[in-house]
């Protein structure tokens, strides 16, 4: 014989197993097309419209992004300064803006020296257009869903 729960424990026990089985249903209904880029789509966009046709109107860009992150390639000098974090403006002074599917690369100067700097998408913080007051940030540290990682198989 099993022992019976009071009716509030046995009313909580279903409610927990039916809120279990919706959030399991609901999880499946998402569509699994959101890989970890996905949250740059926009950036990626508005810099290859950029790199395409320049800035626009009193547009600017302030990006700032992880600079220990793999990928990134920025002068000695600044890696050493800024070893963590760094942020630089596409404004006045920026040159050869190229757009991949990953990453960006352009040409900055740092004490009058040019330099390519080269930003893997995902190691972007912030994307900030003060010119229209949007600031858009992203959690570097957040790994991709189950989904969006290649099926072995």
Same mark, same amino acid.
């Given at each position: 014989?099993?022992?019976?729960? $009071?009716?509030?424990?046995?009313?909580?026990?279903?409610?927990?197993?039916?809120?279990?089985?919706?959030?399991?249903?609901?999880?499946?209904?998402?569509?699994?097309?959101?890989? $970890?880029?996905?949250?740059?789509?926009?950036?990626?966009?508005?810099?290859?419209?950029?790199?395409?046709?320049?800035?626009?109107?009193?547009?600017?860009?302030?990006?700032?992004?992880?600079?220990?992150?793999?990928?990134?390639?920025?002068?000695?000098?600044?890696?050493?300064?800024?070893?963590?974090?760094?942020?630089?403006?596409?404004?006045?002074?920026?040159?050869?803006?190229?757009?991949?599917?990953?990453?960006?690369?352009?040409?900055?100067?740092?004490?009058?020296?040019?330099?390519?700097?080269?930003?893997?998408?995902?190691?972007?913080?912030?994307?900030?257009?003060?010119?229209?007051?949007? &600031? &858009?940030?992203?959690?570097?540290?957040?790994?991709? &869903?189950?989904?969006? &990682?290649?099926?072995?198989?």
């Amino acid at each position: 014989m099993t022992p019976s729960l $009071p009716h509030d424990l046995r009313t909580l026990a279903v409610a927990m197993m039916m809120l279990a089985t919706l959030t399991s249903h609901a999880a499946a209904q998402q569509p699994c097309t959101a890989a $970890p880029l996905a949250q740059y789509a926009e950036v990626r966009s508005t810099l290859a419209d950029v790199a395409k046709r320049g800035l626009r109107g009193r547009h600017y860009y302030e990006i700032t992004f992880r600079t220990s992150f793999d990928g990134v390639i920025v002068p000695d000098a600044q890696r050493a300064k800024y070893p963590e974090e760094m942020t630089f403006v596409l404004q006045h002074q920026f040159e050869r803006l190229n757009v991949t599917a990953d990453r960006f690369s352009v040409n900055l100067w740092f004490k009058g020296i040019k330099s390519r700097v080269t930003v893997p998408f995902n190691a972007v913080t912030y994307f900030v257009d003060p010119s229209v007051n949007d &600031r &858009r940030e992203f959690d570097v540290g957040t790994p991709a &869903r189950a989904c969006d &990682r290649p099926q072995s198989g």
